[in-house]
């Protein structure tokens, strides 16, 4: 199993930037594709990007392409996610996340962190 610690959350006026970490561990970690999820309250959780085993290609939910980057260390296993241009509907829980990258199941979690984001 992969272990995910998340850090780096915090409050920040809009149009500032954060960047969140998350170090993953576990024997097979090289094998699992790493994303961050986001939940606001009273909402469901929702995808905001994710990175493959290389770290060479990474996809993002349109809400927050163009202002979000995420990047893989594959020598220590962090991801980074660094967010810019924020907005108040960036205001969230967020969520890091694996899935091995022979299935479609992200069943690997942090713990969250979160992210405020004032105007």
């Known amino acids: 199993q992969v272990r995910l610690v998340e850090s780096g959350g915090g409050l920040v006026q809009a149009g500032g930037s954060l960047r969140l970490s998350c170090a993953a561990s576990?024997?097979?970690?090289?094998?699992?594709?790493m994303g961050w999820f986001r939940q606001a309250p009273g909402t469901e959780r929702e995808f905001v990007a994710a990175?493959?085993?290389?770290?060479?290609?990474?996809r993002y939910a349109d809400s927050v392409k163009g202002r979000f980057v995420l990047s893989r260390d594959i020598i220590s296993n962090i991801a980074y996610l660094e967010m810019g241009r924020l907005k108040p509907e960036d205001t969230a829980v967020y969520y890091c996340?694996?899935?091995?990258?022979?299935?479609?199941?992200?069943?690997?979690w942090g713990q969250g962190t979160q992210v405020t984001v004032v105007s």
């Open positions: 576990g024997r097979t970690v090289a094998n699992y594709v």
């Open positions: 990175v493959d085993l290389s770290g060479q290609n990474s």
């Open positions: 996340s694996a899935r091995h990258k022979a299935s479609d199941d992200w069943n690997a």
